[in-house]
């Protein structure tokens, strides 16, 4: 500031164009970096025991701001009152992403609606759900036919059959991926026993989703990720939902 002060008292406008271009430059130079930082550090913790993304007990959200984009209504939410806690960005009442600062979350989220990012991914949604909607109603179709026997077979035929089928699955177990992977490959359900001691019939498409998923994920929460479905039916729920969302969504 003194060398311009200088420079305009004598005239001296070559010496005082040079020291203004360096300081924008500097300036800018600061700025670019400012935001390298900004998304370096939200990549940093993606796909470790850090990333809050993981988490499915996110409770503690602290309303931040509202602004509207196109139409579409944004708000912008904290997770948790600290100083660097990460900031979360709805748009129309759903989650979209997480970022690590407010400015970052404002402007990506914006830049998201402007280039027609949000509005692909509504329709992808809708075809995607409705997709699961058909597998689910042919799964349970699948699982009735299961329990059902046909009609021509004895009585005793059908007491015995699936307590055969029973017999032979109780073995399988949550904590092995490859069985999973065998059960997403083949072309009936299979029966699991969680830690509980609860039993659930699997069919070949939601193994396929936890193959998908435990793909997605680094070596350390791999073996979380496992834990966490084979504890219980109410723990499998739970993170199944969690992670089929995500999924929906196209976050993960």
């Not at 060398?3 to 300081?23: C, G, M, P, Q, Y």
């Not at 970022?99 to 992808?124: C, L, M």
Request: proline share 3%; with cysteine.
């Amino acid at each position: 500031m003194r060398d311009i002060l200088e420079f305009i008292e004598t005239d001296n406008i070559k010496s005082l164009k040079l020291v203004v271009e360096a300081e924008l430059s500097r300036i800018a130079l600061d700025k670019i970096q400012s935001l390298k930082e900004e998304e370096q550090s939200a990549e940093d913790v993606i796909g470790t025991i850090d990333d809050p993304t993981l988490s499915p007990d996110f409770e503690k959200e602290f309303f931040l701001k509202r602004f509207d984009v196109k139409g579409n209504t944004v708000i912008l939410k904290k997770l948790g009152l600290g100083s660097s806690a990460p900031v979360i960005s709805y748009i129309n009442d759903e989650r979209w992403e997480i970022f690590t600062t407010p400015n970052q979350a404002e402007r990506e989220t914006t830049n998201y609606i402007n280039d027609g990012s949000y509005d692909k991914k509504v329709k992808e949604v809708e075809e995607k759900k409705k997709q699961i909607e058909a597998q689910k109603k042919a799964e349970e179709e699948a699982k009735q036919q299961k329990e059902e026997p046909p009609a021509e077979e004895s009585k005793e035929e059908s007491k015995e059959e699936p307590k055969e089928e029973v017999k032979e699955s109780r073995y399988n177990s949550l904590t092995s991926i490859d069985e999973i992977r065998q059960v997403s490959e083949s072309t009936r359900p299979t029966l699991f026993r969680f830690r509980s001691g609860e039993d659930r019939v699997m069919t070949c498409q939601e193994a396929s989703d936890i193959v998908e998923i435990y793909d997605l994920l680094n070596k350390e929460n791999k073996s979380k990720f496992i834990s966490r479905l084979e504890s219980s039916e109410e723990g499998y729920q739970k993170m199944m939902t969690f992670f089929k969302d995500r999924m929906v969504k196209g976050i993960i």
